[in-house]
């Protein structure tokens, strides 16, 4: 039978053990990089694009909504990462006039259907392509967001995984203002 | 030894956390031995350079990606995650001599969360390459390539 001692420090090196495991994995998951929007705002340039469940989507009939333009790929783990949280903003926001769309830059449409299915995706997501990576100042890692305001300008522009708490104020700040 | 059920549930579920943790780093760019990898400055040194050993440089990352901006001179293959692009990979370097100097690079995603050039460096070390570099892009292509100023080439 073990000893209660042994026990109680066998439990505290376990604790310690999971928790330096948990910010590992924290920190980890939280590498993000956000810099300046080069041309902040100014209008986001439009694009018509094909969306994965047919039809195009235009980047300027949203004009008077708040626009979270996800750049992002199904092969990249920290976009894997942020759906949830932004299906999860999109319910949250919509009648506030948040609308998410999401431009993926996979090589083809085929995961992307099925990664949409598979994360009950809630808004528009269309196939990118290199022109409009160019358009938005290269689109050359991923993910990148780009929150537009209602009048059509980015707001703010984010390079690798975002951080929720943060975006969400952002987003509650475009969405407080008419433009 | 009799041991505390409730120890002994806790120790099962940190063990099955720690062997999911090394599941999914086995996969990563961390895991390519420091002594694999190649600086940007380094890597243009080696390209400027009029002598010494050519360097065949291939992207083993996104073609939407490479499209828009890569390092002149460097061959497309595929993702290296896919069985596709591991394919193409191998076909591409089949009948090299295994001393030839290669340069794999991605830059899709942040060097911890890349999963395409430690596919892409298992596949050339097992099939004997001896002189196989990954180029370390601790944020992305952008940031770490084209932003710094460094050559750059586009389209296909």
């Known amino acids: 039978m073990i000893s209660?001692?042994?026990?109680?420090?066998?439990?505290?090196?376990?604790?310690v053990l999971s928790l330096l495991s948990a910010v590992f994995l924290l920190a980890r998951s939280r590498f993000r990089h956000t810099r300046?929007?080069?041309?902040?705002?100014?209008?986001?340039?439009?694009?018509?694009?094909p969306g994965i469940n047919g039809g195009a989507v235009q980047l300027s009939a949203y004009r008077g909504r708040v626009v979270l333009l996800d750049f992002w790929a199904t092969w990249c783990e920290p976009c894997r990462e942020e759906t949830p949280h932004f299906v999860e903003l999109q319910d949250k926001y919509r009648d506030q006039g948040l609308q998410?769309?999401?431009?993926?830059m996979d090589d083809n449409a085929e995961p992307v259907r099925e990664f949409y299915k598979q994360f009950k995706v809630n808004y528009p997501v269309v196939m990118g392509n290199a022109r409009i990576g160019e358009l938005y100042g290269g689109v050359l890692g991923l993910p990148i967001a780009f929150l537009i305001r209602r009048d059509g300008r980015v707001y703010v522009r984010h390079d690798g995984a975002t951080n929720i708490t943060t975006l969400e104020a952002e987003i509650k700040?475009?969405?407080?203002t008419k433009t | 030894m009799n041991c505390n059920p409730n120890v002994k549930t806790y120790s099962l579920f940190v063990l099955f956390f720690v062997v999911a943790a090394c599941l999914c780093f086995a996969q990563q760019a961390s895991q390519i031995p420091e002594s694999r990898r190649i600086d940007a400055d380094e890597l243009v040194k080696i390209l400027e350079s009029a002598r010494g050993e050519k360097a065949l440089v291939i992207d083993v990352g996104s073609h939407v990606l490479?499209?828009?901006?890569?390092?002149?001179?460097?061959?497309?293959?595929?993702?290296?995650?896919t069985e596709n692009g591991l394919q193409l990979l191998r076909k591409r370097v089949q009948a090299l001599p295994r001393a030839q100097f290669i340069v794999i690079y991605c830059g899709c995603c942040?060097?911890?969360h890349c999963p395409n050039v430690k596919p892409a460096d298992d596949a050339l070390q097992a099939l004997g390459f001896k002189n196989v570099k990954t180029l370390y892009i601790p944020t992305n292509f952008g940031t770490d390539w084209v932003d710094k100023g460094y050559p750059v080439a586009k389209g296909d």
């Not at chain 1, 700040?173 to 407080?176: E, I, K, Q, R, Y």
């Not at chain 2, 490479?66 to 995650?81: C, L």
């Open chain 2, 110 to 112: 942040p060097w911890t």
């Open chain 1, 4 to 15: 209660p001692l042994a026990n109680k420090k066998l439990l505290i090196g376990i604790a």
């Open chain 2, 66 to 81: 490479y499209s828009q901006a890569h390092i002149p001179g460097s061959e497309y293959v595929g993702p290296a995650s």
């Open chain 1, 173 to 176: 700040s475009a969405l407080a």
């Open chain 1, 100 to 104: 998410i769309l999401g431009v993926s």
């Open chain 1, 36 to 49: 300046a929007l080069s041309g902040q705002q100014s209008i986001a340039p439009d694009f018509v694009l």
